[in-house]
């Protein structure tokens, strides 16, 4: 942290950002954004699905060509939850988290999510499992979409076999998630 407050004049954490300023570096000054963690209080225990408010973020404002999504993330890393949780926040969608299979299917008919983020390495049941099983369930189906490091073309084959409607690879997925909530918000 020396090498920071040495280099860089101002640090700002805003909204689960943090942002570092320097009029000194090297060709006129830089500037870092990066995703600050959850406070220990902010953390949920394993199991326990909730939707996370959105953050309030000065001057930032989803695109006016986009409506908001309702988004249920099925994901069990709560690290990746909560930032992906931030990130859809900030492109002006609501979600909620699931951490396991189960629990998401008992949160579809209570919350009714347009489209649905699964990881496919859940504790409790593979993700191709609980497409297969959301498909059957009987209420208006939403949208399917793997975000997982399962990158092989196995993976992509069986996330087709599931109806799973896109299949993204972790950790390089977030402009093609965005281009493909945007495409949807639009219908």
């Known amino acids: 942290m020396q090498c920071f407050t040495q280099c860089f004049d101002q640090t700002v954490i805003h909204a689960g950002t943090g942002i ?3 009029p000194h570096a090297v060709g006129g ?8 963690k959850a406070s220990p ?3 949920r225990p394993a199991g326990k ?11 930032v404002r989803p695109p006016d ?16 939850a909560e930032s992906l949780a931030r990130q859809l926040h900030l492109w002006g969608h609501q979600c909620q988290l699931c951490s396991r299979g189960e629990e998401a299917l008992g949160a579809l008919p209570r919350y009714r999510p347009q489209v649905v983020l699964i990881d ?12 297969r099983l959301i498909r059957q369930s009987g ?16 993976d992509f084959a069986r996330s087709q076999q599931a109806a799973i409607s896109y299949h993204l690879v972790k950790p390089a997925y977030q402009p093609q998630l ?8 639009r219908q």
């Open 41 to 43: 209080r902010d953390r």
């Open 20 to 22: 570092l300023n320097s």
């Open 49 to 59: 699905s909730r939707a996370i408010s959105k953050p309030k973020t000065a001057g």
């Open 120 to 131: 496919i390495g859940l504790p409790d049941m593979d993700g191709w499992r609980l497409a």
């Open 65 to 80: 060509s986009v409506q908001s999504l309702r988004v249920l993330v099925v994901e069990d890393n709560p690290d990746t």
């Open 139 to 154: 209420d208006e189906c939403p949208i399917l979409i793997a975000v997982t490091a399962y990158g092989e073309e196995g």
């Open 29 to 36: 000054g830089s500037t870092i954004t990066y995703p600050s």
């Open 178 to 185: 965005r281009q493909i909530l945007g495409r949807i918000a």
